[in-house]
Structures are given as C-alpha cells and as structure tokens.
C-alpha cells in the first residue's frame, strides 16, 4: 500500500524560503501525478500545487503562483515543494498525495501525516 511521508517543514519568518519533501512507496511513482494540499485550523484543506509524472506540466493555486515551484525526482520516490516569499497566510499543515491530473486534482483517498509550515510576521 502506498505510504506518503512529509517532512522539511519548520517556522521561518515572513518572506523567508522551505523546501518540503514527500517521500511516496510504491513502484509506480514515476506514473503518478503529484499533488500538494494544506490545511489551516478550522479550514478545508486546500490545493497548493500538482506535478505529473514526467514534470512536463505544473499546476498552482492563484495564491501560491509565482513564490512556489513543486518538482520530483522519481528515481527517489520524492516529490518537493520550494516555498520562497512566505507569508503568515501560508501557515498551515502541508500533505502530499496523488492526484487525478495537474488540471483536475483530485486527491487520493489515503493521507499521510502532513508536515507543519508556520510563517511568523
């Protein structure tokens, strides 16, 4: 069964950088498209980015467009999240997980832990 791991989150300050990382089991990785989620105390989680398997096609959120870049590396499992030009409003826990495509993702049903990203101003 597919396991998803987040890990790289961390408190930085606003306008600083992180980098997370999604490390996924599973031999069909490279096949996937990739997808990135966040969710804030009290409020839906919402989407953040998404990757095919090939890296050809990117996707973003209109709030995160321009200050993220999400990328892979299939021969390790890992798909990656630059967050650059943070705010407090980007505060939130960030999961991983596949989606149906880059333009329609729908996530999976199965979530892994999340890691914390908290942007102080």
């Known amino acids: 069964q597919v396991q998803l791991v987040e890990s790289g989150g961390g408190l930085v300050q606003a306008g600083g950088s992180l980098r997370l990382s999604c490390a996924a089991s599973?031999?069909?990785?490279?096949?996937?498209?990739m997808g990135w989620f966040r969710q804030a105390p009290g409020k839906e989680r919402e989407f953040v980015a998404a990757?095919?398997?090939?890296?050809?096609?990117?996707e973003y959120s209109d709030s995160v467009k321009g200050r993220f870049t999400v990328s892979r590396d299939n021969a390790k499992n890992t798909v990656y999240l630059q967050m650059n030009s943070l705010k407090p409003e980007d505060t939130a826990v960030y999961y991983c997980?596949?989606?149906?495509?880059?333009?329609?993702?729908?996530?999976?049903?199965?979530w892994g832990q999340g890691t914390q990203v908290t942007v102080s101003s």
């Open positions: 990757i095919s398997g090939s890296s050809i096609s990117t």
């Open positions: 599973g031999r069909t990785f490279s096949r996937k498209v």
């Open positions: 997980n596949t989606v149906a495509s880059t333009w329609d993702p729908r996530p999976d049903d199965y």
